[in-house]
């Protein structure tokens, strides 16, 4: 049984593995040439943004030429290391395992085939490689494990994160640069430092800039202790500064307050309902006055209409008396 599964797997990792490592050295120097030179157009684009000012355009498209390069970037090592493989086949042949030489080139072609869908080979030769392997090594590679061996350079450059200011800022540096043109990049520093805060931020801003004091009504009996003296002024001083407390007359015309306050809104809401109940009593007469008005004046015009019809019933029996008469005279 051994020797079928040797020439089980010399078959799959023999001429396939070649003629799909063959195709995928040739598709990705197509691809890399077509990406030079779109990029180059890209770049072009972006100088001729910074020279006429729109730098907000720019920010935007370098992101996009940042992206391409690390993809083309990726390309070329993938490239390196098939070509890499394909000259060690009679290797991977003769051994069941992995070797330990091959085995950063062969993850970093599994972990890349399904992000690199412009290269549809590279996932015929994950295929062989989980024939050849088995599923655990492909989900090791896919998953990046911590006992994988994939390329750092090749997570990186196809990673799906926005790019840093710094790396924008270093790519327009470099285009302007190229074309030679005199940008002052100071606008677009400011752009990049500034930090999105989040909206709902304001509203801690406006809690941190004055200390709110809790209501008299909410305070502990510890923090507020009754007495029975109305002239003695009771205060309580802890290592942190609190204010003194008030004494129990102050208190109480403090705690009287909220009920007079509670007692103003809801009269003001009460006046506030009327209001509303007012307003939508005049606006339903309002629209019951016009309905009347526009049923009387349908009622008007169709009055207008049969007396219309009957005058011309009389015109035409008119007519018709008119015509039997003239035959007999």
Known sequence: MSLLNQLFNRGLLGTKCKICLNLAISRIKLLQNKRSLHLKQMRKEIAQFLQTGQEAIARIRVEHVIREQNIWAAYEILELFCEFILARVPILETQRECPTELQEAVASIIFSAPRCSDVPDLLQIKNLFAAKYGKEFILAASELRPDTSVNRAIIE???????????????????????????????TEAEFSKKHEDLLDGSKQACSGGTISPAPSKQSPHQCPPTSEPNVNSSVTNHQGIQALHSPNTTSKSLSIPDDVGHSVKSHNAGQVGDSKRQTRSQSSDILERAQAAIASAERASAAARAAADLANITLAQWKLEEEKSPKA
Do not use: C, F, H, R
């Not at 994160?161 to 940008?183: F, M, V």
């Open 157 to 187: 450059k196809l990673s799906v994160s926005t790019p840093t200011g710094e790396a924008k800022l270093k790519q327009l540096k470099e285009i302007a640069k190229e074309y030679n043109l005199e940008w002052d990049s100071s606008n």
